[in-house]
């Protein structure tokens, strides 16, 4: 009788952690969109000619927004770790740029504290490496904001090295320092558990959810790597993770702008060498009314030739009287039918027709890595995930024209 009590309670606790990991998700997915907006038309105001003082207000929302949009990207993780969805990628990026990226969200935070942001790259630091993009991001953003949040007066240091070097691998050695609070002996053991704050009263002041270290241990536990704090009360913390990572072979490299271009992309990438008869014709797919405006810009503004469809049964039915895409962005949260039906009958159509298969991309605030997978099991090509940066555009429309043209 005991063990049926306890195999009742073990099953009715797993199903709470589940639903709480999906209303968590959920949630984060109707949060991440509205901020996707903010920040797009953000850059679009940014355009614009206005006063200093409104330019700084801008920025100031801005932070605010990337501020926010970290949080929920933490609360989707912690809910995928409880859950045992977590996933991680391994794709090639570029890892100094990864940095700096960043670094530079954070660097309102310094200069409002006055603070010096210390930066250190070791000379042999390989340009490019292969694994999450953005797990590697909020492990940085969560280490250096808090850093910040915890100096009132000094400097934050930031260090990466090379601590191992393989032929087809590298172990990187990364370091974040302040001259902060500090956290009490008695109080370091349990800095990496949730929703642990080493001064609770001092975090009261400061903000933030406790999710931030513990999340930096789950991200490097899942990659193979470790991480490891050495701290005195009054005189500031030290942070270090080991962070494994592949080496990419050159050919996987993500492309770089000096690349010989598609004609038709002269005019994303190098206005100067405009031409006639060069620009992309693209169909955007999307419902939502301010995401549509910042993903129009956002294309136009690369050069291309854009029509905008805001369902996805008109999506075929445009393809059927004869119009020719290069390259289709969609959305798969659409009003009548999901994104991932609309590319299947697509395909569907297309192998029908014996006519070769356009391009499609998936647009989406989920972060899923099995929201992800449905949609390549449908047929699509890539997944962008919102708010969509105009580098990831730029990358996506060279790939697939290049693949196209060979």
Known sequence: MQEDNMEKSVEFQTEITDAKSKLLITIGHELRTPIAGILGMIRMLNKLSMPVQAKEYIYDIKMAAEHVLSLVNDLLDTAKIESGSMELACVPFNLKYLIEEALSILSYQTSQKKLKLIRFFSDDLPEHVKGDERA?????????????????????????????????????????????????????AFIFDQFSHADNSYARQQGGTGLGLALCKNYLDLMGGSITAQSRLGKGSTFCCMIPFELPQDSFLPPQQSVELDPRLLQAFCPERREENTILKVLLVEDNLVIKKVHLALLQELGCCVDVLDRGELVLNRLKQGEQYDIIFMDIGLPDCAGTTVAEMIRQWEQRQGMPAVPLIAMTAYLQQEEHTRCFDAGMDAVITKPVEMSELRCILKNFSDKKTN
Do not use: R
Not at 163 to 177: A, C, D, G
């Open 136 to 188: 590697i991001k909020q492990i940085i953003i969560n280490l250096v904001g808090n850093a910040i949040k915890f100096t009132e007066q000094g400097e934050v240091g930031f260090a990466i090295s090379v601590f191992e070097l393989q032929p087809h691998s590298v172990l990187i050695k990364m370091e974040v320092t302040d001259t902060g609070v500090g956290i009490s002996e008695d109080k370091l």
